[in-house]
């Protein structure tokens, strides 16, 4: 089979990324430029979109020279269909649809969450394994079965990710307009000495974490501990409740391997703590590189050839997005042909 190069663009939030991959699985070049609010606010999707807009050219640019491919050498051109930020999407589909119409090449819409499972997988080098999705937008636990990736749990309402971020900023440990503030936090949390109980709702296989905020901020406006105390114990709380119900599903499912993706999983913590557990059913442990682990173009191009390779391609007229994709109404057709 032909050796196939894809442009993948990636633009479902605050990153507008573009990613080379080979059909081989070469990854040969990566450029991206992420969206900064001004203090004080969060992720304003127009803005957003409009910064999508003013970086794409140089984003492009940067990718096709570091990768030394022209523009027409490319077999492929994937975009993120969904899920995410509507007019963040919209503006990415018609840069990848202007591109496709230019250089007639075959158009691909890309599901972001698979496209973080399948990077994931290519980097780890696992086949089957149980996942976990820990992002800005998402807390999953997945599976591959019948065609699908099946969600087994997740939250409820707000994601882990969010619920520790809204903490960060609102006890003043990061500035409101840095939009990973996860590391400052960590830090603070690695100082805490004392546990204080909080809110642990795990409810099934499906988990909720706004009460578990709301605690630790009551807690931290009527200073009735430490700031210290207070990240290690809601870190602590938070991520004992992820790791629970990836043990159930580990046991349930029988699956051999563990796989950590999306940008929460460079939390050091939640390594530790899954590593630990996976141990004591014999199975092993697998996290995607920190730089695939947040949005970008390189996990949407390797999962547009997939596609593309299993006779996936969008007609430009079809090619409207989808703002609330759910991840299980993603037809796996590159796993079901090697199932």
């Not at 963040?88 to 591109?99: H, K, M, Q, V």
């Not at 636990?141 to 749990?153: A, I």
Request: proline share 4%; glycine share 8%.
């Amino acid at each position: 089979m032909k050796r196939l190069l894809c442009l993948g663009i990636e633009g479902t939030a605050h990153t507008f990324g573009a990613g080379i991959v080979s059909s081989d699985g070469e990854i040969i070049a990566e450029s991206k430029s992420s969206y900064i609010p001004p203090s004080g606010r969060g992720i304003h999707p127009r803005e957003a979109s409009q910064h999508h807009s003013r970086v794409a050219d140089e984003v492009l640019r940067e990718a096709f020279n570091k990768s030394g491919v022209r523009p027409r050498e490319i077999d492929l051109i994937a975009f993120s269909q969904g899920p995410g930020l509507g007019p963040c999407l919209r503006n990415t589909a018609t840069i990848a649809r202007a591109l496709s119409v230019y250089l007639n090449k075959p158009l691909v819409g890309v599901n972001h969450l698979v496209a973080h499972i399948e990077i994931g997988k290519l980097t780890s080098k696992t086949r089957d394994p149980l996942i976990l999705i820990l992002s800005g937008g998402t807390t999953q636990l997945l599976g591959y079965e019948d065609g699908r990736y099946r969600v087994f749990g997740e939250t409820l309402d707000i994601t882990l990710a969010n619920c520790i971020d809204t903490f960060a900023r609102e006890t003043g440990i990061v500035d409101a307009g840095n939009p990973w503030p996860g590391p400052a936090f960590d830090k603070i949390a690695s100082e805490g000495r004392s546990y204080i109980p909080l809110p642990y709702t795990v409810k099934g296989m499906d988990l909720q974490f706004s009460g578990l905020l709301t605690a630790a901020l009551k807690m931290f406006r009527e200073k009735s501990a430490s700031l210290e105390d207070l990240c290690f114990s809601l870190q602590e709380t938070a991520l004992s409740m992820v790791v629970e119900v990836v043990e159930r599903a580990l046991a349930q499912t029988g699956k051999k391997e563990v796989l950590l993706t999306g940008g929460f999983a460079r939390n050091q913590r939640i390594r530790d703590m899954i590593r630990e557990m996976v141990k004591l059913h014999n199975a092993t442990f697998h996290v995607v590189p920190s730089e695939y682990a947040t949005d970008n173009g390189v996990m949407i191009a390797w999962t547009g050839i997939l596609a593309y390779q299993s006779g996936l391609k969008l007609n430009v007229e079809n090619s409207l997005v989808k703002p609330k994709w759910r991840i299980e109404d993603t037809q796996i057709v590159w796993m079901m042909k090697n199932s």
